[in-house]
């Protein structure tokens, strides 16, 4: 039986920005998931994820895209809204969709939907320095801003396929002066996904945001992974990182709590979901 994990945010206060800043200070790993609708968000919530993200994804594993490409501004809402009023604790995350925010004054009115209509805490939003402006002119109107590096599923068309990023030295070197620009741009989390773990940790230990992984080792500040990945619930290609939590589990609850448990301690992710 699993239990439900120690946190310093337990006891039904409202995680927020500045409290996923004081994990990372404190050395306690940050576990977050996606989730959709009210009642896979009411479980993820009550089994002590602390950050729930609403992700693009939904394209693939709710609509049954083959990318993330077809998602809308709507979309995003739709299931924003319907997730915020489940989440009584976690720290709601929204992603923005392709091509949501080509420059500051419309990814401005894109995030102040989400957050607005869709009741989001903070927006995400894929790209390097390419978005250096976009993300300072957010930070500048108090949005709170994730910066997602690494493999980027919105430019999977551009980079031709999902692929780990930044294994060669030049990759890397400006992998790290990117998520160094976007925290000096008003970035407020880091997401680095599928990164060699040396150069994902190495990232983690020089900023001072959260740097939050999916398929980036262990020496991050926290993990996220896709919801239905976490309940084996995906079709196709297993990616290496994913581990599928409802091997042991006996319920929905126990598999998100042995999630949640497993990344406070730090046995996920284990050698065998990490890429060097
Ligand atoms: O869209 C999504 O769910 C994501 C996570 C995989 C990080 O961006």
């Known amino acids: 039986m699993y239990a439900t994990p120690t946190s310093s945010e337990e006891g039904g206060h409202p995680v927020t920005v500045v409290s996923l800043t004081k994990m990372k200070q404190a050395g306690e790993k940050i576990a977050c998931l996606t989730a959709y609708d009210a009642s896979f968000a009411t479980v993820v919530d009550r089994c002590g994820v602390d950050l729930v993200l609403v992700g693009d994804s939904l394209g693939m594993v709710i609509q049954g895209h083959s990318t993330t490409i077809p998602v809308s501004v709507d979309d995003m809402i739709y299931h924003t809204k319907a997730v915020a009023r489940a989440v009584r604790r976690g720290f709601l995350v929204a992603d923005m969709p392709f ?138 290609h297993r990616a290496r990182f994913v581990r599928n939590f ?17 990344v406070k301690d730090g046995s996920y992710p284990a050698p065998e979901h990490c890429y060097t």
């Open 246 to 262: 409802m091997e042991d589990a006996a319920s929905i609850d126990e598999a998100i709590l042995a999630y949640v448990g497993a």
């Open 99 to 236: 091509m949501s925010y080509p420059d500051g004054p419309r990814a401005l009115e894109n995030a102040a939907r989400l957050m607005q209509e869709g009741g989001a805490s903070m927006v995400k939003l894929e790209g390097g320095v390419g978005q250096l402006e976009v993300v300072d002119y957010l930070a500048r109107r108090s949005i709170p801003v994730c910066a997602h590096l690494g493999l980027q599923p919105q430019a999977v068309h551009k980079i031709g396929g999902y692929k780990v990023q930044g294994r060669d030295p030049e990759a890397a070197v400006t992998m790290r002066k990117n998520a160094m620009a976007l925290e000096e741009a008003g970035a407020d989390i880091v997401l680095l996904e599928c990164v060699p773990k040396e150069l994902a940790a190495s990232i983690a230990s020089s900023a001072a945001v959260p740097v939050i992984g999916i398929g980036a080792g262990p020496d991050v500040d926290g993990q996220i992974l896709v919801l239905y990945d976490v309940l084996n619930i995906g079709v196709g």
